[in-house]
């Protein structure tokens, strides 16, 4: 047995630099250089193994357009200057998939075999060698309805016409389509019959003009009269796109009272009245010094037996229903509160929807129903009446009137102040514009019987002839812009000459003065007066 030595002695024959190592005695610097060769040759292993996939003939562009091409499958991207210490970090820290060499194949396809950043694990399949990812698409929540309905009437014994709105996209680049059922009042619920099934012909009158939404009439008709019992029944509508029942709902309830109601109006040869108005959608601040004007000129015009439906979708103010109080009380005003119709994204506060609902809506209370706007003032020669040039048209289903465009800036000077405040919007407008080779826009009257759905300008659903009338029997002054304007925004520019030959220019177009309405100003005041007595003037 060997001793070694005690603390502080010295064996002999042993160098100082060496240890003492299970008996034997190990220079210390060959120690430490095995150690440090096991230690290369065991970190060269691990990196050889690790990143194998890279394979001998990777370059550092291959390596980053390997992993460039991951990420992109993934959603991001690895920035330009990386070098393949960043490529290599960026594949164990964020992307520990293996790949064939620098082939990115596998890689994406091994990186879309798991969970993608959505949470969901992709379909990869094999189409002709070629692998290919499925992907899937999921909608969310709905962008617009299939339809919005805002009224539905009977028309006939057996027919019905439904007015609304509806998705744009569906209805004007897709199939979208309806089908009408009638089910009677007293059908057992669950049973097969008696439902009658109906035919539904589908008009989109806005001229495209529509937004999120579009204008949607249909029209349901069946090979016989339904619901003519007189026991009632609903009118169910089943909507459709690409073959798939999208909604179904009940367009129209009738009971007995309100079908005696509608029948008797579809059924009767005699009139309501002689003249309807359908307004568009009236919104802004109106100018309740025009409004009274228009509706005192119009009411004169078109007689004892006329009727004024109007639409507020914003503009009519507690002090415009105030105007409108009065000729209410002598049966002449209709209001509508549409102003919900702004949750609806159409064409021009959906003026389209409007028109079409009213046309089917009074269908049968007139024989004319006129369509124009409250700056827009409708006119016969003084030596006839509308009543008389509307009868010369009878055997004609639409007839357009055409426009006399009038300057809201142009007027000849007033020197007495009291007369110019006296003085109707219509008496100091006295320039219409005489451009030449322009095509101003028209308006129409329309024997709404006839007429299945209609526009703004016109109607392109009548059944029968449509005239296109010349001025000198009927025409229209349009005073564009007055309708919202405050008084001291008429009249902006004085004409110095009252010579009616006299041609003016302004903006580069030529006014002449035209005295039509000027004539009949004095009448309808005195008419205004005895109807609904003396009325404030409004500044």
Same mark, same amino acid.
């Given at each position: 047995?060997?001793?070694?030595?005690?603390?502080?002695?010295?064996?002999?024959?042993?160098?100082?630099?060496?240890?003492?190592?299970?008996?034997?005695?190990?220079?210390?610097?060959?120690?430490?250089?095995?150690?440090?060769?096991?230690?290369?040759?065991?970190?060269?292993?691990?990196?050889?193994?690790?990143?194998?996939?890279?394979?001998?003939?990777?370059?550092?562009?291959?390596?980053?357009?390997?992993?460039?091409?991951?990420?992109?499958?993934?959603?991001?991207?690895?920035?330009?200057?990386?070098?393949?210490?960043?490529?290599?970090?960026?594949?164990?820290?964020?992307?520990?998939?293996?790949?064939?060499?620098?082939?990115?194949?596998?890689?994406?396809?091994?990186?879309?075999?798991?969970?993608?950043?959505?949470?969901?694990?992709?379909?990869?399949?094999?189409?002709?060698?070629?692998?290919?990812?499925?992907?899937?698409?999921?909608?969310?929540?709905s962008a617009a309805s299939i339809f919005v309905e805002?009224?539905?009437?009977?028309?006939?014994?057996?027919?019905?016409?439904?007015?609304?709105?509806?998705?744009?996209?569906?209805?004007?680049?897709?199939?979208?389509?309806?089908?009408?059922?009638?089910?009677?009042?007293?059908?057992?619920?669950?049973?097969?019959?008696?439902?009658?099934?109906?035919?539904?012909?589908?008009?989109?009158?806005?001229?495209?003009?529509?937004?999120?939404?579009?204008?949607?009439?249909?029209?349901?008709?069946?090979?016989?009269?339904?619901?003519?019992?007189?026991?009632?029944?609903?009118?169910?509508?089943?909507?459709?796109?690409?073959?798939?029942?999208?909604?179904?709902?009940?367009?129209?309830?009738?009971?007995?009272?309100?079908?005696?109601?509608?029948?008797?109006?579809?059924?009767?040869?005699?009139?309501?009245?002689?003249?309807?108005?359908?307004?568009?959608?009236?919104?802004?601040?109106?100018?309740?010094?025009?409004?009274?004007?228009?509706?005192?000129?119009?009411?004169?015009?078109?007689?004892?037996?006329?009727?004024?439906?109007?639409?507020?979708?914003?503009?009519?103010?507690?002090?415009?229903?105030?105007?409108?109080?009065?000729?209410?009380?002598?049966?002449?005003?209709?209001?509508?509160?549409?102003?919900?119709?702004?949750?609806?994204?159409?064409?021009?506060?959906?003026?389209?929807?409007?028109?079409?609902?009213?046309?089917?809506?009074?269908?049968?209370?007139?024989?004319?129903?006129?369509?124009?706007?409250?700056?827009?003032?409708?006119?016969?020669?003084?030596?006839?009446?509308?009543?008389?040039?509307?009868?010369?048209?009878?055997? =004609?289903?639409q007839i357009t009137i055409e426009q006399s465009p009038?300057?809201?800036? !142009? @007027?000849?000077? /007033?020197? &007495? $102040? *009291?007369?110019?405040?006296?003085?109707?919007?219509?008496?100091?407008?006295?320039?219409?514009?005489?451009?030449?080779?322009?095509?101003?826009?028209?308006?129409?009257?329309?024997?709404?019987?006839?007429?299945?759905?209609?526009?703004?300008?016109?109607?392109?659903?009548?059944?029968?002839?449509?005239?296109?009338?010349?001025?000198?029997?009927?025409? =229209?002054?349009?005073?564009?812009?007055?309708?919202?304007?405050?008084?001291?925004? !008429? @009249?902006?520019? /004085?004409? &110095? $000459? *009252?010579?009616?030959?006299?041609?003016?220019?302004?903006?580069?177009?030529?006014?002449?003065i035209d005295l039509g309405l000027q004539y009949v100003?004095?009448?309808?005041?005195?008419?205004?007066?005895?109807?609904?007595?003396?009325?404030?003037?409004?500044?």
């Open positions: 047995m060997r001793i070694a030595p005690m603390r502080g002695e010295k064996e002999e024959g042993v160098a100082p630099s060496c240890i003492l190592l299970h008996g034997s005695w190990v220079d210390i610097k060959s120690l430490l250089i095995a150690i440090l060769l096991v230690s290369t040759l065991i970190l060269a292993s691990e990196v050889f193994f690790k990143y194998s996939f890279i394979g001998p003939a990777c370059s550092l562009n291959q390596v980053k357009d390997s992993i460039h091409s991951l990420k992109i499958s993934q959603g991001t991207t690895l920035n330009e200057g990386a070098t393949l210490a960043d490529a290599l970090e960026w594949r164990d820290n964020d992307n520990p998939i293996a790949s064939d060499g620098c082939n990115t194949s596998k890689t994406i396809e091994n990186s879309h075999n798991n969970t993608t950043s959505f949470g969901k694990a992709e379909e990869v399949i094999n189409v002709d060698n070629v692998t290919v990812i499925r992907r899937d698409f999921k909608g969310f929540g805002f009224g539905a009437y009977r028309g006939g014994d057996n027919s019905f016409a439904i007015v609304g709105l509806g998705s744009k996209p569906l209805h004007v680049y897709g199939d979208a389509n309806f089908q009408c059922v009638w089910e009677p009042a007293d059908r057992v619920v669950g049973a097969v019959g008696p439902r009658v099934k109906g035919r539904a012909d589908k008009f989109l009158p806005d001229w495209g003009y529509g937004r999120v939404y579009t204008v949607v009439v249909v029209n349901c008709t069946f090979e016989e009269g339904v619901g003519v019992d007189g026991q009632g029944g609903k009118l169910i509508l089943h909507a459709t796109s690409s073959h798939i029942d999208m909604a179904n709902f009940v367009a129209l309830e009738e009971t007995s009272e309100s079908y005696a109601a509608s029948s008797a109006s579809y059924k009767s040869k005699n009139y309501t009245y002689d003249f309807l108005y359908c307004g568009s959608s009236l919104f802004g601040d109106i100018n309740l010094q025009r409004i009274r004007e228009w509706l005192a000129y119009h009411v004169r015009l078109m007689g004892p037996k006329s009727h004024f439906v109007f639409h507020d979708a914003g503009g009519v103010s507690a002090q415009v229903r105030q105007v409108l109080l009065k000729w209410q009380a002598l049966g002449h005003v209709t209001l509508h509160d549409i102003r919900e119709q702004a949750k609806f994204d159409g064409y021009y506060y959906n003026q389209f929807l409007v028109v079409n609902d009213c046309l089917h809506r009074t269908r049968f209370l007139a024989k004319w129903t006129f369509f124009f706007d409250v700056d827009e003032y409708l006119y016969v020669p003084p030596q006839t009446t509308l009543l008389q040039t509307m009868q010369s048209f009878s055997n =004609y289903s009038m300057s809201s800036k !142009l @007027c000849l000077p /007033i020197h &007495n $102040s *009291s007369t110019s405040r006296e003085m109707w919007g219509f008496e100091r407008l006295i320039f219409r514009n005489i451009k030449r080779g322009h095509r101003w826009d028209r308006k129409y009257a329309i024997q709404a019987r006839n007429v299945l759905a209609t526009g703004v300008h016109m109607s392109e659903n009548v059944v029968g002839k449509t005239m296109h009338t010349k001025g000198s029997l009927i025409k =229209y002054y349009h005073y564009h812009n007055t309708i919202t304007s405050k008084e001291a925004g !008429l @009249c902006k520019e /004085i004409v &110095n $000459s *009252s010579s009616i030959s006299l041609v003016t220019y302004l903006d580069e177009d030529p006014y002449q100003a004095q009448a309808v005041k005195e008419f205004e007066l005895q109807k609904i007595g003396l009325q404030q003037l409004f500044a």
